[in-house]
T-cell receptor
Framework: QKEVEQNSGPLSVPEGAIASLNCTYS??????FFWYRQYSGKSPELIMS????GDKEDGRFTAQLNKASQYVSLLIRDSQPSDSATYLC???????????FGTGTKLQVIP | GAGVSQTPSNKVTEKGKYVELRCDPISGHTALYWYRQSLGQGPEFLIY????????DSGLPNDRFFAVRPEGSVSTLKIQRTERGDSAVYLC?????????????FGAGSRLTVL
């Protein structure tokens, strides 16, 4: 079982719709959870972090965490073509500060 | 510096050669990470430094790979006897885990091509 699992996509949504991206993780001791966005040919950049169960909103982005189900999600409201990128789920696991990434979900927002 | 700096940005080498990739983290960032990313994949963890010591090197694929951070700042990833399968983008990231939020800031990456 992979430590962090994501559907590789591509996920296609029309402009203005809600995009929903999902991630599961295997280490129950994980404490911190992150969503990074990676444009083609560029490096990952942080868009959201979440540390406790529930929802966290930042502008058009909402991160959701359910530690009992070992599940993290990212919702993007009013999707824009500029949101088209690969979204990487990352988990800070174990007693150290090791950060493990999923394979990423490619999002395509269709104008 | 203002960001994480990686050199070289591109490296083409021949199978069997030795390669060094350098990472200069954000000033004051105590943690430094190396990842490897192949096309269509997520970043694959290689090694993590806290200060000068390697806190976790469990991701290094074999003994051809080695990394150092002698003064707790700049790090060098060293690859001996390169193989074609080593071709990838090598990403470096730094952070301040002591802040409680271990947010990684990535460099632009070093693209390694082994012919």
């Amino acid at each position: 079982q992979k430590e962090v699992e994501q559907n590789s996509g591509p996920l296609s949504v029309p402009e203005g719709a809600i995009a929903s991206l999902n991630c599961t993780y295997s280490d129950r001791g994980s404490q911190s959870f992150f969503w990074y966005r990676q444009y083609s040919g560029k490096s990952p950049e942080l868009i959201m972090s979440i540390y406790s169960n529930g929802d966290k909103e930042d502008g058009r982005f909402t991160a959701q965490l359910n530690k009992a189900s070992q599940y993290v999600s990212l919702l993007i409201r009013d999707s824009q073509p500029s949101d088209s990128a690969t979204y990487l789920c990352a988990v800070n696991s174990g007693g150290y500060q090791k950060v493990t990434f999923g394979t990423g979900t490619k999002l395509q927002v269709i104008p | 510096g203002a960001g994480v700096s990686q050199t070289p940005s591109n490296k083409v080498t021949e199978k069997g050669k030795y390669v060094e990739l350098r990472c200069d983290p954000i000033s004051g960032h105590t943690a430094l990470y190396w990842y490897r990313q192949s096309l269509g994949q997520g970043p694959e963890f290689l090694i993590y430094f806290q200060g000068t010591g390697a806190a976790d090197d469990s991701g290094l694929p074999n003994d051809r790979f080695f990394a150092v951070r002698p003064e707790g700042s700049v790090s060098t990833l060293k690859i001996q006897r390169t193989e074609r399968g080593d071709s990838a983008v090598y990403l470096c990231a730094s952070s301040v885990p002591e802040s409680g939020a271990n947010v990684l800031t990535f460099g632009a990456g070093s693209r390694l091509t082994v012919l």
